[in-house]
């Protein structure tokens, strides 16, 4: 089977309402579920950091001891470099040496051993403008269910893609227990969280995934994703300065956890620990109203 194409029978308009009104997306099969581990999906606009702090959060579930399995679910296959210090072959790259023969795989030949037992896998993509990142995310999950990977997980992350309108984008809510957003400070990031907080709603209906805060990346302050947290009832789940240790992160291959020390590299990770240890205990559900777009502009800026 080519990826380029998924057949006709795998494609619908979904007849409720409440999800993907109007639109075409891949049908995922709603049989297979993840099982007992608690399941977060990180969003946020193109560039923002989502890959970073998914990994980052990933390492820090870990040193709670916590078994941990991240999905990385974009085509450029990046998520997980740090934690396993190399790009690693997608399921769709695997699945393509077996002619898509999903029988013949072996775990070793999609799943790779990252940053303090963290398991790392990378869905990859059809090539550009050719197919459905939404189904490469369903045979990812359904690979990982049928050969028992999930049932000795404590914590799965979704590193999802920043493309809103892409099947890609839906699937890990089909799956999800609780939604991150990952914004800067800045109109362009909560304008693109807005957005977002439309489609999770939207899923939110027929699955039972929730809101589950906004993770504050790259900002020195917060004060214009306050206003807009405030004004649809969402809450700040964590803030992440914009540091050069950061990038340095990236750049040497390495979690936060790997770096060398410094105070303030010290109080990253330390937040990065708090943020773990209060998705583990769990957060409440939030309903947020979205903005029109026009109304985003009146309320951003400064007085």
């Not at 390492?59 to 450029?76: E, Y």
Request: proline share 4%.
């Amino acid at each position: 089977m080519n990826v380029a194409s998924v057949p006709v029978t795998e494609i619908r308009r979904p007849a409720r309402r409440a999800d993907g009104e109007g639109s075409v997306q891949v049908q995922l099969d709603p049989n297979v579920k993840i099982g007992n581990a608690k399941v977060f999906a990180i969003y946020g606009k193109g560039g923002i950091g989502k890959s970073t702090t998914s990994s980052n959060l990933s390492a820090a579930f870990s040193r709670l001891g916590k078994r941990v399995l991240q999905i990385g679910c974009d085509p450029k296959h990046d998520s997980t470099f740090t934690l396993t210090k190399k790009m690693l072959p997608t399921v769709i790259d695997v699945l393509e040496t077996v002619d898509f023969h999903a029988e013949e795989l072996r775990v070793e030949d999609f799943v790779f051993e990252g940053y303090n037992g963290v398991m790392c896998v990378e869905a990859g993509g059809p090539p550009a403008g050719t197919g459905c990142g939404g189904y490469v995310v369903g045979q990812t999950v359904k690979l990982l269910k049928e050969h028992h990977l999930l049932e000795d997980t404590d914590v799965v992350i979704f590193d999802v893609l920043g493309d809103v309108v892409c099947g890609g984008f839906a699937a890990p809510l089909q799956h999800a227990d609780r939604a991150l957003i990952v914004t800067a400070n800045d109109f362009d990031s909560i304008f693109a969280m807005n957005r977002i907080v439309q489609a999770i709603g939207a899923k939110a209906k027929n699955y039972n995934v929730r809101l589950g805060g906004v993770i504050a990346n790259r900002s020195a302050a917060t004060d214009q994703i306050d206003k807009y947290n405030q004004r649809i009832g969402l809450k700040l789940a964590a803030h992440f300065p914009d540091l050069d240790v950061i990038r340095r992160s990236r750049l040497k291959k390495s979690t936060l956890f790997e770096m060398e020390y410094s105070p303030e590299l010290e109080a990253v990770q330390n937040e990065y620990m708090r943020l773990a240890a209060s998705l583990w205990l769990g957060t409440e559900p939030l309903n947020a109203v979205p903005m029109k777009d026009r109304d985003i502009f009146d309320l951003l800026g400064f007085d």
